[in-house]
């Protein structure tokens, strides 16, 4: 694993730690945005810059999935909430287990336990893994970003250094496997638009009126 990864996570797990020593109560008015994205919509920028206009820890796939992998890094970052925090997330997972029909795997369970942990601490942008889906009974803002075939092509092009066919390729197989996560670990359809509070379109919106709408919505 990355050592700057490892870092971040330390870094905010340390945060959370502190502010569970302060006492600070964050449940009912904890902000967090879970942004889905389509690949090549630019929704990563979105989410960087989202973070940084709000001054929000972001929660990118790679950090995401070291927490997950690593089940030990899950289990101390449920110790950062109370004994009632960490009550809940458990009484969350197995609602949604039941609610959704799921067949959980030791991942499935991790990942569950991870994104609850960081939706009760709030002041979060999370990309990516399902988190709209998860944090489904938490107070959360949920976006998906979208494009045309050819802007996202484009983006990907420049972006991997792709001729417009691999880009193609590329796209759709990546849209394939996000849409067959979400099947597998939460039984939803990510195309649905009733799962999302805003879409927006960066083939229309520049990523700095997104993030600006996006603000208006917490608002």
Aim: include cysteine.
């Amino acid at each position: 694993m990355n050592r700057s990864i490892h870092k971040i996570i330390d870094e905010q797990v340390k945060r959370w730690e502190m502010q569970k020593k302060r006492d600070e109560k964050s449940v009912d008015t904890c902000r967090v945005i879970t942004i889905s994205r389509e690949f090549g919509s630019r929704g990563q920028q979105v989410a960087e810059a989202l973070a940084h206009a709000l001054e929000y820890d972001l929660f990118h796939h790679e950090i995401l999935e070291s927490m997950i992998k690593e089940s030990q890094n899950a289990k101390v970052l449920l110790e950062t909430l109370d004994e009632k925090g960490m009550n809940i997330v458990e009484d969350l997972v197995a609602e949604l287990v039941h609610e959704h029909h799921l067949w959980p795997d030791e991942y499935s369970k991790i990942l569950l336990r991870v994104l609850n942990t960081i939706g009760r601490h709030g002041n979060a942008v999370i990309l990516g893994r399902g988190a709209n889906f998860a944090l489904k009974n938490i107070n959360a803002l949920r976006v998906r970003i979208v494009a045309p075939d050819a802007l996202r092509r484009k983006v990907v092009q420049e972006a991997r250094g792709l001729n417009a066919e691999d880009a193609q390729k590329m796209m759709v197989s990546t849209d394939a496997n996000r849409t067959a996560f979400i099947r597998r670990y939460f039984n939803a359809d990510t195309q649905d638009p009733a799962n999302y509070d805003l879409v927006l379109n960066t083939g229309t919106l520049p990523v700095e009126k997104a993030v600006s709408i996006i603000q208006a919505a917490l608002a």
